[in-house]
């Protein structure tokens, strides 16, 4: 099955630098990946998505890379702020995130500093 | 905006014990999810169900659990007979098609005792 590899596990950043979270997986035939931020006590919130046949996706702040041929896809928030302060899990799925379920990374805990 | 809504947000239960997670989906949402989160580590998906049937499960996904839809609106986790490494935070997730993003429910943390 897909085995979906994340790093770095914590990141610690000054407040206005970027934070880039990268991840790796194993099976070809995913591609769906999304990327999910948790806080505290809440479930994922769904932040950004990109499919197979994009290589880069872009939302405000947030935007994601994905590398089919090396199988890796990358976080990327800019201009980081206090709210940013979250758990940010990567995913990966081979039917789009629908019936198939997702297979997370183990979480990147990104401390923003003020 | 939509939410997933489960209850209860805290079971505690003892070892050997049923017990019933319940969620609520997002009304035209098709596709209910459950996934777990052991303290600390990352979320690990458990069955996905469509159309009044389960889709895809997972090898965690075992004789002692069973997802229903009751009444059209609920969307319900039975675990038969608790085991303590069933303590988890449980999630449920829906999503409108196939190719959309899910959105989870803020969860139910069980704990076995």
């Known amino acids: 099955g897909e085995n979906v590899e994340q790093h770095p596990s914590t990141l610690s950043v000054q407040e206005g630098d970027s934070a880039v979270i990268k991840c790796t997986y194993s099976d070809s035939a995913s591609n769906y990946f999304p990327w999910y931020k948790q806080e505290l006590g809440k479930g994922p919130q769904l932040i950004i998505d990109?499919?197979?046949?994009?290589g880069e996706k872009k939302d405000q702040r947030i935007a994601v890379t994905l590398n089919k041929t090396a199988k890796h896809f990358s976080l990327h928030i800019t201009e980081t702020q206090p709210e940013d302060s979250a758990v940010y899990f990567c995913?990966?799925?081979?039917?789009?995130?629908?019936?198939?379920?997702?297979?997370f990374g183990k979480g990147t805990h990104l401390i923003i500093q003020p | 905006e939509p939410e997933v809504t489960q209850t209860p947000s805290h079971q505690v239960t003892q070892m050997g014990q049923e017990v019933i997670l319940r969620c609520v989906p997002i009304s035209n949402h098709l596709y209910f999810y459950w996934y777990r989160q052991i303290l600390g580590q990352k979320v690990e998906f458990l069955v996905s169900f469509y159309n009044n049937e389960i889709s895809e499960k997972s090898e965690i996904f075992d004789d002692q659990f069973s997802v229903e839809r009751p009444d059209g609106s609920n969307f319900t986790l039975k675990i038969r007979s608790t085991k303590l490494e069933d303590s988890a935070m449980y999630f449920c997730?829906?999503?409108?098609?196939?190719?959309?993003?899910?959105?989870f429910g803020s969860g139910t943390r069980l704990t076995v005792v």
């Open positions: 997730a829906s999503s409108e098609r196939v190719s959309y993003g899910y959105t």
């Open positions: 990109i499919r197979s046949n994009v």
């Open positions: 995913a990966a799925s081979g039917e789009g995130g629908g019936a198939d379920g997702l297979t």
